[in-house]
């Protein structure tokens, strides 16, 4: 059965706000939650979490959340600087706060390791991040 109704949607009748960045503080010395953080500096822990939860790991998170690294273990530097670019820009733009991420450059001098520097842009600023991966 179809609900009936007289009602009539129109842009002028549907206000679209954006939702507060306001989150919990994390303390990442003394290892525990404190006060409350907004703004650039929840989008700092955002992505800090983003790229630090491993994708379909946890049933808490969505599965389009998170960063897939766990399969680059082996691979050669070749193909893992061009696709920790890839997944790392696919990761964060899920979130509709960023709006891209630019300026990768990649450290490859520590045998083992791939450090990817990137700059995420959102819409409360620009954050310079990294991101170490084992392969």
Request: aromatic fraction near 12%.
């Amino acid at each position: 059965m179809i609900p009936k109704s007289n009602i009539i949607l129109r842009d002028d009748n549907i206000k679209i706000t954006q939702q507060p960045t306001k989150t919990y503080q994390m303390d990442f010395e003394n290892e525990r939650v404190i006060g409350n953080v907004e703004g650039l500096e929840a989008m700092k822990q955002a992505i800090f979490k983003i790229l630090n939860t491993e994708r379909y790991q946890y049933l808490v998170y969505s599965w389009n959340y998170g960063s897939e690294f766990q399969d680059l273990f082996g691979m050669p530097v070749t193909y893992v600087c061009p696709e920790l670019e890839r997944r790392i820009t696919e990761a964060l733009t899920w979130d509709k706060r960023i709006k891209e991420v630019t300026d990768f450059s990649f450290d490859t001098s520590q045998r083992g390791t791939v450090i990817a520097s990137f700059t995420v842009h959102t819409i409360y600023g620009d954050v310079i991040t990294e991101k170490a991966v084992s392969i």
